[in-house]
C-alpha cells in the first residue's frame, strides 16, 4: 500500500486550506471525509484579513469577493437600543485586505473545494469516515468505513481537522480543558427575496433575551437567540415563533427561513495538540465563543502554521521536532483570542437585570466622558517557537503587507512576488548579503529576498519592487530595524538593523530552513 505524505481528516473550511497548503507545495495528501458531498450549510459567518491574506494565495479571493460584504463597526447595545461598544474594522488591514469580511460558508467552501480537486496530488474521499487509527514508527495507519467497506490508509502524518466531536482526538485520549464558557443558542439563517434594511453586525445584551445579528454576505443573514435550556429547542425551533421574534427586523415576505439549528457555544482547548505523527487543527484543537468571529480563522492560522513546518519536514530540509513548536506558538494565541471572547460574550449574554442595567451604567458613562472612537481589536504575537534567537522588534508579530509594483503591475506583496519565506529589507543592506555570501543561499533555500525602494538592486537574486504607498517604509520605522524575515504563516521569524545583525539573520534563517549544507558563495 502506497504511502501518502499527509493524510488530512475533515474536509470542512480548514481541512480544506491545510490540503491546499500542502498540495501546492508538491505533497502527496488524501482528505477523508465523513460526508458523501459538501456540508452545503452556514456555520462561521466571517472571517478577518489574515485569512483573505491565505485565501489569496490560495487562488480563490477572486472569485469570493462579489459574495462576500465588508463590515466596519460592531455594534453592542443593550436591551433599549443604546450604544454600549463599537468595534471599529478598516477597509485595509495589516494583512493588505479587509479587516472583516462576512460570508456564506458554503461559497467558501464551495471554492476551496474546486482548488483542493484541481491539485493533482490531493485525493479527496468523500463518505470515507475514520474509524480506526494506529501509530508506527514511520507512518500512521488510518482505516475508514466507506460505501465499499473497510480501507486502509498510510500516511507519514496526519492533520485532524474533524471538529468539536473529533474522532482522532478521542482515538488518542487526549483530554479537553474547558475555560469556562457554555451556552445553548438557536441559530435561524435567512435568504432574502428582496433588499431589507437589518442590521448588518450587532450584538443586543438584552437580559430578557440576548440576541445576535450577522449579515451572512450580501444575499444572507442570521439571527441567533441565547435560550435558557438547550430543551428549549424543540418548542423555539417552530417557524411562527422565529419569525415572532424576528418580526422587527424581517417578515416572510422579505426572507425565506432557511435553516434553524442548535448550538452550544463552548470554550475549549485539548490538552495536547501532537501526538506523535497526528496533529489536532481548527475545532478538534480548540472551540470557542463566536463574539469575535476568530473560530474559523483560528482554524485558517492553524493550516497555515502546520503547512510550512510539515514541508521542511516532508522535504528533509529539518527534524520533526520543529512540530513541537506548533502548540507552543498557537496555543497561547488561541487562549488570548478564546478569552477576550468570553469577555465579550459574559458581557453581553447578562440575565441579571440588575447586573446588566450596573453594565450599562458603566459603559454609557464610559462613552458620555468621550470613549466613544471606536475601538480596534488587536491580537497577541506568537513566542516561544519558530524564530530568530535575537529578541528583536516585530519578532512573533503578525507581518504587514502592502501594496508593491515591479513594473508590469501593482498588487499585494503576495501576488507579486508569491508566497514563502520572504526577507524583507532596504536597499542599502544588500551589500551586507553579497559580501557574506548569503545571497546564493537564500534563493536556493527557496527565501525571497525584496526590496521595496525605488533604487535598483543590480543583482537578479534581489527582487526589487516599489513600495507604493508606503506601507514598509513607515513598518521598517515603527519597528526600528532595515530588515524583516518574514515566515509562509506571514509571521515575523526576526528583525535587524545594522548590516551585520542582517547577515547574522539571513544566516540563522538558512540554519532553521535546513540549509546548513548548501555553502556560501564566495564574498563579493
Known amino acids: 500500500m502506497a504511502v501518502v505524505d499527509v493524510a488530512v481528516v475533515g474536509y470542512g473550511p480548514v481541512g480544506m486550506a491545510a490540503a491546499a497548503l500542502l498540495g501546492q507545495r508538491g505533497h502527496r495528501v488524501v482528505v477523508l471525509e465523513r460526508y458523501p458531498g459538501l456540508y452545503n450549510l452556514p456555520r462561521a459567518a466571517s472571517f478577518d484579513d489574515e485569512t483573505m491574506r491565505t485565501l489569496a494565495g490560495l487562488g480563490v479571493a477572486g472569485e ?20 454600549l461598544l463599537e468595534q471599529s474594522f478598516a477597509e485595509r488591514g495589516r494583512s493588505g485586505w479587509a479587516e472583516w469580511y462576512m460570508m456564506y460558508q458554503p ?39 466507506g460505501p465499499g467497506g473497510r480501507e486502509a490508509v498510510r500516511a507519514r502524518y496526519v492533520v485532524a481537522c474533524d471538529g468539536g466531536n ?35 453586525a450587532l450584538q443586543l445584551g438584552d437580559p430578557s433575551g440576548p440576541t445576535s445579528v450577522i449579515s451572512l454576505g450580501p444575499a444572507h443573514h442570521r439571527f441567533s437567540f441565547m435560550l435558557d435550556s438547550v430543551d428549549d429547542f424543540a418548542t423555539e425551533r417552530a417557524p411562527e415563533r422565529v419569525w415572532k421574534r424576528v418580526a422587527s427586523h424581517l417578515a416572510p415576505e422579505d426572507a425565506d427561513l432557511i ?12 490538552e495536547h495538540w501532537r501526538r506523535g505523527r497526528v496533529l489536532l487543527a481548527g475545532d478538534a484543537a ?67 437585570p440588575a447586573r446588566a442595567a450596573e453594565r450599562d451604567r458603566t459603559l454609557l458613562a464610559r462613552r458620555a466622558a468621550g470613549s466613544t472612537t471606536p475601538q480596534p481589536l488587536r491580537f497577541p504575537s506568537l513566542r516561544d517557537g519558530f524564530f530568530s534567537a535575537v529578541s528583536a522588534a516585530g519578532r512573533g508579530e503578525l507581518s504587514v503587507q502592502g501594496v508593491v509594483a515591479d513594473g508590469d503591475r501593482a498588487d499585494r506583496l503576495d501576488q507579486v512576488v508569491g508566497g514563502g519565506f520572504h526577507l524583507l529589507l532596504q536597499e542599502h543592506l544588500v551589500a551586507a548579503l553579497r559580501d557574506a555570501g548569503l545571497l546564493g543561499p537564500l534563493t536556493r533555500a527557496g527565501v525571497r529576498v525584496v526590496v521595496p525602494g525605488e533604487r535598483a538592486a543590480e543583482d537578479s537574486r534581489v527582487t526589487l519592487v516599489r513600495d507604493v504607498d508606503g506601507t ?35 544566516a540563522e534563517l538558512l540554519r532553521a530552513v535546513g540549509a546548513v549544507g548548501m555553502g556560501t558563495d564566495a564574498p563579493g
Open 166 to 200: 473529533s474522532f482522532v482526538r478521542s482515538a488518542l485520549g487526549i483530554a479537553s480543558e474547558d475555560l469556562g464558557f457554555s451556552e445553548p443558542w438557536m441559530v435561524c439563517d435567512f435568504r432574502f427575496r428582496r433588499p431589507t434594511p437589518v442590521p448588518p
Open 64 to 83: 469570493l469577493l462579489p459574495g462576500l460584504r465588508v463590515q466596519g463597526t460592531y455594534e453592542w447595545r443593550n436591551g433599549r437600543g443604546e450604544l
Open 286 to 352: 480548540h472551540q470557542m465563543p463566536p463574539f469575535l468571529g476568530q473560530g474559523m480563522c483560528s482554524g485558517f492560522r492553524d493550516a497555515q502554521n502546520l503547512a510550512f513546518k510539515l514541508d521542511l519536514v516532508l522535504r528533509g530540509a529539518v527534524g520533526d521536532g520543529i512540530l513541537d513548536t506548533y502548540q507552543s506558538e498557537r496555543a497561547p494565541h488561541v487562549r488570548a483570542v478564546t478569552e477576550k471572547g468570553i469577555e465579550l460574550g459574559h458581557l453581553q449574554t447578562l440575565r441579571d
Open 472 to 506: 514598509y517604509r513607515d513598518w521598517f520605522a515603527v519597528l526600528e530595524c532595515g530588515a524583516v524575515a518574514v515566515r509562509p504563516d506571514f509571521y515575523v521569524y526576526g528583525t535587524a538593523r545594522t548590516p551585520a545583525a542582517t547577515a547574522a539573520l539571513a
Open 259 to 270: 435553516r434553524v439549528a442548535t448550538y452550544t457555544f463552548r470554550s475549549l482547548a485539548a
Open 107 to 145: 461559497q467558501l467552501e464551495a471554492a476551496l473545494d474546486r482548488r483542493c480537486r484541481s491539485l493533482p496530488n490531493v485525493e479527496v474521499r468523500a463518505a470515507s469516515p475514520v474509524v480506526g487509527l494506529e501509530q508506527g514508527p514511520e507512518h500512521v495507519v488510518l482505516t475508514t468505513e
